[in-house]
T-cell receptor, first 113, second 113 residues
Framework: DQQVKQNSPSLSVQEGRISILNCDYT??????FLWYKKYPAEGPTFLIS?????DKNEDGRFTVFLNKSAKHLSLHIVPSQPGDSAVYFCAASVRNRDDKIIFGKGTRLHILP | KAGVTQTPRYLIKTRGQQVTLSCSPISGHRSVSWYQQTPGQGLQFLFE???????NKGNFPGRFSGRQFSNSRSEMNVSTLELGDSALYLC????????????FGPGTRLLVL
């Protein structure tokens, strides 16, 4: 039973365009969401997070949107750059009440020249 | 079953000293990951150990090192402490790897003066 789902295993986007990575979750108790980026043979890098009290959080080219009613979040990367080619993981947790963080399976993003 | 335990829970050190933090994973879990959490920086991945081998490494300087023992217990060492190393250090365990559901310990809060 996957509580955090990234339904697109891969995504290709033209350089300079917007990349949108999607993530769905099933547990309505989740109140904290994170995105990580991972290059091959390296550990994951924290990108951006959002608390359930917000519906948007922005950091440079990265914006995360949270739609609690749909149990959906998305990561927007604008403009997409070649260095953004990596695997992106969505993760969720129930802060201060739980001791788990649950990761999605990841979406491989290819930025095309 | 017992959760992830971390010792010590709190630690105060001075610049230039070194520190060793300990983590005991959930029984049967072979993967141990370490994270650094600071306000504004999110949950930064340090490294993951599996079966006594470092399998993934985050983007931290060589002053941060770790090891895992045959019973899956793990230690993290930080040498030549800097003020910026003040943070909450979290350990998480899972059965097989970083990309599974990870269970977090309570953390060790390190203050460097």
């Amino acid at each position: 039973d996957q509580q955090v789902k990234q339904n697109s295993p891969s995504l290709s986007v033209q350089e300079g365009r917007i990349s949108i990575l999607n993530c769905d979750y099933t547990n309505s108790m989740f109140d904290y969401f994170l995105w990580y980026k991972k290059y091959p043979a390296e550990g994951p890098t924290f990108l951006i997070s959002i608390s359930s009290i917000k519906d948007k959080n922005e950091d440079g080219r990265f914006t995360v949107f949270l739609n609690k009613s749909a149990k959906h979040l998305s990561l927007h990367i604008v403009p997409s750059q070649p260095g953004d080619s990596a695997v992106y993981f969505c993760a969720a947790s129930v802060r201060n009440r739980d001791d788990k963080i649950i990761f999605g399976k990841g979406t491989r993003l290819h930025i095309l020249p | 079953k017992a959760g992830v335990t971390q010792t010590p829970r709190y630690l105060i050190k001075t610049r230039g000293q070194q520190v060793t933090l300990s983590c005991s994973p959930i029984s049967g879990h072979r993967s141990v990951s370490w994270y650094q959490q600071t306000p504004g920086q999110g949950l930064q991945f340090l490294f993951e150990y599996f079966s006594e081998t470092q399998r993934n490494k985050g983007n931290f300087p060589g002053r941060f090192s770790g090891r895992q023992f045959s019973n899956s217990r793990s230690e993290m060492n930080v040498s030549t402490l800097e003020l910026g190393d003040s943070a909450l250090y979290l350990c998480a365990s899972s059965f097989e790897g970083w990309e599974e559901t990870q269970y977090f310990g309570p953390g060790t809060r390190l203050l460097v003066l």
